[in-house]
Structure formats: C-alpha cells, structure tokens
C-alpha cells in the first residue's frame, strides 16, 4: 500500500495563508508531519490560492528542503506542470 499525505493543501485555511504570505515554516511543518507520519510521497496542491507556477515551485522547494520524499503535483494545468516537474528531485 502507498501512503500519500494530502495535507499541503491551499483547500486548508494555514496552506493558503502560508502561500499567500510565502510562510515555508508552515509548510515544511506539514511536510515533516506527513513523513513522520510514514508517508511514501507528499501532495502539493496549490489549489486556488493561485494561478502562479512560482508559487507552486516554491511550495514544492520548501518540501524538498524539509524532506528527502516524492512529490505528488496535484495540479492538471499544463503550464503549472511546465515549470513545477523539472524542479521535484523525485516525482
């Protein structure tokens, strides 16, 4: 069975602010949690917190920083996929 944590998610109101206010503390917290937590890959999900490929690669940066996992990039717009897969170290 593979486990992914779900968590890092702009759907949270503490994801959004964090995006919002580029906050990574709260998003590696979440990281480190879903990985104690025996996940097998972290979720980033940008939800509509914004439409910026940055802010997704950033999110995605502020995990790797935090923990050695797989990305999950949940996001199906192409130009969001453009920038963000070339960064993950292990999609």
Do not use: H
């Not at 906050?23 to 914004?50: C, F, H, M, P």
């Amino acid at each position: 069975m593979i486990f992914i944590g779900e968590r890092i998610n702009a759907g949270f109101k503490d994801i959004k602010q964090a995006i919002v206010n580029k906050d990574g503390d709260v998003i590696k917290e979440w990281a480190r949690k879903q990985a104690d937590a025996k996940a097998d890959y972290i979720d980033v999900n940008l939800g509509t917190a914004s439409n910026k490929p940055e802010d997704l690669c950033w999110m995605i940066e502020m995990v790797q920083e935090e923990v050695d996992l797989p990305i999950s990039i949940d996001n199906n717009r192409s130009v969001m996929l453009k920038e963000a897969i070339p960064i993950c170290k292990k999609p």
